[in-house]
């Protein structure tokens, strides 16, 4: 060994070695519980982060106040978009994609098994533009519909599956469609189409069942470059709010940001707890390098009355601080990989960002603030021993 | 100025012999502790010279003051009133850092219990002092060549102080306390904790020494060990009595 002071560290250690190996577990301990919880916190947030992010293009525009409409002859209030305010949103957009939706909830009946759920309305050849079907076919018209994943499974809904959609009151026919495909899943959106536990259906099939032709719950722009986002955002403001707020126009990257917040503050609060066990490692450590120092008068003594400099008996006792904050901290960190990755899967169920530098950092950090602990707490013993009086530690049994 | 010729510059140099003034110089020196039960005076006014390539004895009885005398010439202490002069230097002026630094070069201090440091082989006991002053391992071989001269071979340089004998770990202590080529050797009491034969090598080692021009200075209660020295100083009641 180059150095001796380390080189005594080392052998201290080893003379120690089941209390220096104890002391390093409380080390190893903090070391797993910052690195996996903050593996786990990443991974939910980029797990969450990718699921929006696959439709954080979308603005999303929905009415913001009451009108009086006429349907069917009667006057009555709605909160709805008009064919005059699409074509403004429309010509608004230019270029991209404009989706409108017709959206309700209700009942439905599969045989005689009754649910609910959300059902849309859409224009048959709008659904290809954002949702994907992994089973079956989209719906061309008629009475064709789709199902979410989600809905599908829960109401054992195949291809081919006849849904009647409504209350069911005595005498009454329910209309019904008939499954031509099922979505793949989407998990969470951020395009207010939470089409996993919905069943699509045409618009007219919508139209003719609910009424409501021409007026739309929310109209969906798709922009095809992401950087026109605002941009795109602020020409339908501006066309269609000109006299007072008409509709609400909305995108994903708000509501990122709070679900992103929100996880990251749970992220901290676990975090939060993991260093609560790192605050014990440290008094641990703290402890064990008083002990250290305690067994140690009589050989303190003797290396600062032969002219060992204060500093370098402070270096011998941090070093052996730093050695078992490096044991923990390498243990941890192979621990906390292990363990990350298993918490991970069983609680997230995807492990596909867990190599990701956000969530990997975790390891090293870990193991950084480990070791940073372990020397913090060595320094008050190492400052200790190195200001001891020589005479009176020379003197001690 | 090379790292050696900084450090004997902060140490002291020849300069003392030199300018007349001998190698320590204890002017009117007292040393006294502030008790609990009030103040205790272990020297009282002592002064006195000692030259360099002296043997000089310090006895005295238990509590005459040898201890306190030995701290204050190994620079372990300060003295409470007058003015004690280490290789030309005031020691009272010296930092705590430059006080270690004399202690590490200009003196070599031999143990009653050896304290020879538990973790480290004989080898490595006294090749410590060379670390300590060129802050690098000795590639110079002066460990090995030290710890031969008083009769250490090899594969006896690689055993730890709990395997060596309370003779063989004086030598090593002498060993450790010679490998800075210091101009002060400090005994306390060397002989104290072995056998007569072994006892009477080490003094012939210490009486070697002495003839190769090192100052030796021995505390000891033994009048059969104060034999060797060439001058003995009686301490009483932390007086010297007789010199």
């Not at chain 1, 699409?86 to 994609?97: K, V």
């Not at chain 1, 495909?181 to 189409?193: E, M, P, Q, W």
């Not at chain 1, 021993?385 to 020589?390: G, I, K, L, R, V």
């Not at chain 2, 021009?213 to 100083?233: F, N, Q, S």
């Amino acid at each position: 060994m180059k150095d001796i002071f380390f080189d005594l560290s080392v052998r201290s250690v080893k003379l120690n070695f089941l209390r220096s190996i104890l002391a390093s577990v409380g080390i190893v301990i903090g070391v797993v519980a910052i690195s996996a919880m903050g593996m786990l916190g990443t991974n939910m947030q980029l797990s969450v982060k990718s699921q929006l992010s696959s439709d954080v293009n979308t603005v999303i525009i929905t009415p913001d106040v009451v009108k009086q409409t006429s349907i069917g002859g009667a006057t009555i209030a709605t909160t709805t978009i008009d064919t005059s305010e699409l074509q403004d949103i429309t010509s608004a957009a230019g270029q991209n994609t404009v989706i409108p939706i017709h959206r309700t909830s209700s009942p439905f009946y599969i045989g005689s098994t009754e649910g609910r759920g959300s059902i849309y309305g859409l224009n048959p050849t709008d659904i290809p533009k954002f949702l994907s079907v992994a089973q079956g076919q989209y719906t061309e018209g008629g009475s064709d519909a789709l199902v979410g994943p989600t809905i599908a499974s829960n109401f054992n809904m195949n291809l081919g599956t006849r849904i009647k959609i409504g209350s069911e009151s005595p005498g009454a026919i329910l209309p019904a469609v008939r499954v031509s495909g099922i979505l793949a899943a989407r998990g969470i959106t951020s395009d207010n189409v939470n089409s996993d536990n919905a069943i699509i259906v045409p618009d007219l099939w919508y139209t003719n069942t609910y009424g409501g032709l021409n007026l739309y719950d929310q109209v969906n722009v798709i922009v095809t470059n992401i950087d026109q986002l605002n941009e795109t955002e602020a020409a339908i403001n501006a066309k269609i709010n000109r006299n007072g707020d008409v509709v609400r126009i909305t995108d994903a990257t708000s509501r990122l940001a709070t679900i992103n917040q929100t996880l990251g503050t749970m992220t901290s609060f676990i975090l939060a707890i993991g260093a609560i066990s790192l605050v014990v490692a440290a008094v641990s450590i703290f402890n064990v390098m008083m002990m250290s120092v305690k067994e140690r008068v009589q050989e303190i003594g003797i290396l600062l009355s032969i002219g060992t400099e204060k500093g370098e008996v402070r270096r011998m006792f941090l070093y052996e601080a730093f050695i078992l904050g490096l044991i923990g901290a390498v243990v941890g960190g192979i621990m906390s990989t292990i363990i990350g990755y298993s918490v991970v899967s069983a609680m997230i169920g995807n492990t596909s960002y867990f190599f990701q530098p956000a969530s990997i950092m975790f390891v090293p950090e870990g193991m950084i603030i480990g070791i940073v602990v372990c020397i913090a707490s060595g320094l008050y013993p190492a400052w200790m021993a190195s200001n001891m009086d020589p005479i009176d530690a020379l003197r001690s049994e | 100025m090379d790292p050696i010729e900084a450090e004997e510059a902060m140490t002291g140099s020849d300069e003392s012999t030199e300018s007349g003034m001998p190698l320590i110089r204890l002017s009117d020196v007292s040393k006294i502790y502030h008790l609990e039960s009030g103040d205790f005076t272990a020297l009282d006014h002592v002064s006195l010279d000692i030259n360099e390539g002296e043997f000089v004895a310090i006895m005295g009885p238990s509590g005459s003051g040898k201890s306190t005398m030995m701290n204050q010439l190994g620079i372990l202490d300060v003295p409470t009133t007058g003015k004690l002069y280490i290789n030309g230097r005031d020691v009272a002026t010296l930092t705590p850092l430059e006080r270690t630094h004399m202690r590490r070069d200009v003196i070599g201090y031999i143990f009653q219990k050896f304290y020879l440091i538990p973790l480290l082989t004989a080898y490595e006991n006294v090749e410590y002092p060379l670390i300590l002053r060129y802050k690098k391992r000795d590639d110079t071989g002066k460990a090995a060549a030290v710890l031969k001269s008083v009769g250490f071979d090899e594969a006896l340089s690689a055993h730890r102080p709990t395997q060596l004998s309370g003779g063989q770990q004086q030598r090593v202590a002498i060993a450790r306390a010679l490998v800075n080529e210091p101009k002060i050797i400090l005994c306390d009491e060397p002989t104290g904790n072995l056998d007569s034969k072994t006892g009477k090598q080490i003094m012939d080692i210490l009486c070697r020494l002495n003839g190769e021009g090192k100052t030796v200075i021995l505390v000891t209660h033994d009048p059969k060990t104060a034999e060797c020295a060439r001058r003995t100083i009686h301490l009483a009641d932390g007086r010297v009595v007789e010199s």
